[in-house]
């Protein structure tokens, strides 16, 4: 009896193994397809000319996509410097203010801010910046994507810093440290692992965003440096040129599919890399 009941038990426990490993395949095989897809119409894109060129006119071979890749780094870069102090500031404070209802109030706030469509973002940049300064520009789709950057940099610091043990606070303080000392030198070092991840993954998060971008950096077919001036990126770029009448768009928005999917993914790795290297240990 006993033998027939543990036959039945390994029995189900291969089937429901081959149920979870058949279901995993199932929902990677997406995935695969459009990368096997995209690798295919993009890859004959790939040159030294497509990284260092401008586009070329309609209906001109040849030409690259410098200038995007260029607008794509200015555009993380600055919403980078405007998110991260700010994300981190919160996400301290988050962590370090658990009871107050006030602080209940800015953890709700936070995490509405962090569930608004991007769309909607980029129409309120467009009102608060762009009529503003009377033009689009890199600045305004800094703003932007900083603004879709700071929840998830505030949500991913906090919950970070709250697996610090309170055993490593109380010792700082034992040893006379002040508290802005024990949270600038104690704390935040001791989970700078988890933020630096959210960082990361916050980039990744806004690295393809587009819609909020149609707003506020608008796009360039030509190089520029101004964050005063509206700029290109790869997103932009894939919008207008996957939508033209002209082959020679359509392979260089392939070709910049491409290289922005092999972009975020490098920021996922590395995300990754980094939370399972450097995991806090209790």
């Not at 000319?49 to 794509?72: D, K, R």
């Not at 910046?129 to 520009?137: A, C, D, K, Q, R």
Request: net charge positive; charged share 10%.
């Amino acid at each position: 009896m006993k033998i027939n009941n543990l036959k039945k038990r390994k029995i189900k426990d291969n089937v429901f193994t081959a149920v979870v490993i058949i279901t995993t395949l199932i929902s990677t095989l997406p995935l695969t397809l459009i990368l096997y897809y995209l690798i295919k119409m993009g890859v004959s894109s790939i040159s030294w000319e497509f990284f260092v060129n401008l586009p070329s006119p309609p209906g001109v071979t040849g030409g690259g996509i410098s200038n995007a890749i260029v607008g794509t780094l200015i555009l993380i870069g600055f919403s980078m410097l405007f998110s991260i102090p700010l994300g981190v500031a919160l996400g301290v404070y988050l962590s370090e203010s658990k009871k107050s209802k006030f602080t209940g109030l800015v953890r709700i706030s936070v995490e509405i801010l962090q569930a608004t469509p991007s769309i909607v973002v980029g129409i309120i940049v467009y009102l608060w910046v762009v009529i503003t300064m009377g033009s689009f520009s890199a600045f305004s789709g800094a703003v932007a994507l900083a603004i879709m950057m700071f929840p998830l940099i505030a949500k991913s610091t906090e919950e970070t810093l709250k697996m610090v043990p309170n055993s490593i606070k109380e010792a700082s303080f034992a040893l006379g440290v002040p508290y802005y000392k024990t949270v600038l030198k104690v704390i935040l070092p001791t989970g700078m692992s988890g933020v630096i991840n959210g960082i990361l993954l916050a980039v990744a998060r806004v690295a393809g965003e587009t819609a909020p971008l149609l707003f506020t950096a608008f796009g360039n077919p030509f190089m520029n440096m101004d964050i005063s001036k509206p700029i290109n990126s790869l997103p932009l770029l894939i919008f207008n040129y996957a939508g033209s009448p002209y082959k020679e768009w359509h392979q260089l928005a392939w070709g910049a599919s491409l290289i922005l999917v092999i972009m975020v993914l490098l920021f996922n790795i590395t995300a990754k890399g980094i939370a399972r290297k450097w995991k806090i240990k209790y």
